[in-house]
């Protein structure tokens, strides 16, 4: 399989994490951590349901995969991840080594590899990350704007239903 190839595959691994979130009611991101062709970490986004502000889908892939591994630095592995990160993610990312990152959807309001601003880019980043953005990013994005608006959906009937009652 050629580069793109692998890391299509790999999204859609993301992806299907993604969709763990999304039946528990979270902001649906998910996240693959690959080290020689191996999946060694997973992740899904779990803030909300995990009373955690630091469960996002990257910080729980690269737990799993470090605790897996057995070390806190991840050299030679890939980060797979449908969103593109925010600024906690890319400095979990930085701390552990991650060779590449590779992301499908920017993320216009918290992104810090290229909306926002290039992190990676920063003199004082002293680890150096290959970034790959925009693999299957529409099937990413779409996934994250359909949760809101069935979000927005469900809040409008929640506030009819309110006024019903009322
Ligand atoms: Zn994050």
């Keep these: 399989m050629e580069q793109h190839e692998q890391d299509q595959f790999w999204m859609c691994k993301a992806l299907l994490l993604a969709e763990r979130a999304d039946s528990a009611d979270e902001v ?12 060694i970490g997973e992740g899904w986004n779990q803030p909300i349901s995990g009373h955690d502000p630091t469960a996002h889908a990257e910080i729980i892939a690269l737990r799993d995969a470090a605790a897996r591994i057995g070390n806190y630095r991840l050299v030679g592995a890939d980060l797979y991840v449908t969103i593109e990160p925010c600024t906690m993610c890319a400095g979990a990312i930085v701390h ?36 790959i953005s ?28 309110l006024k019903d009652e009322g």
Excluded at 108 to 124: D, Y
Excluded at 134 to 139: I, P, Q
């Design 96 to 131: 552990s080594r991650i060779r590449r990152l590779v992301y499908g959807a920017s993320e216009q309001k918290a992104g810090v590899v290229e909306s926002n601003c290039q992190l990676f880019e920063r003199p004082w980043i002293n680890h150096r990350i290959e970034v």
């Design 134 to 161: 925009g693999v299957l990013a529409e099937t990413c994005s779409i996934k994250i704007s359909a949760f809101f608006q069935r979000r927005r959906a469900e809040k409008k009937a929640a506030k009819i239903s």
């Design 28 to 39: 649906p991101v998910g996240a693959v951590v690959v080290l020689n062709g191996e999946v």
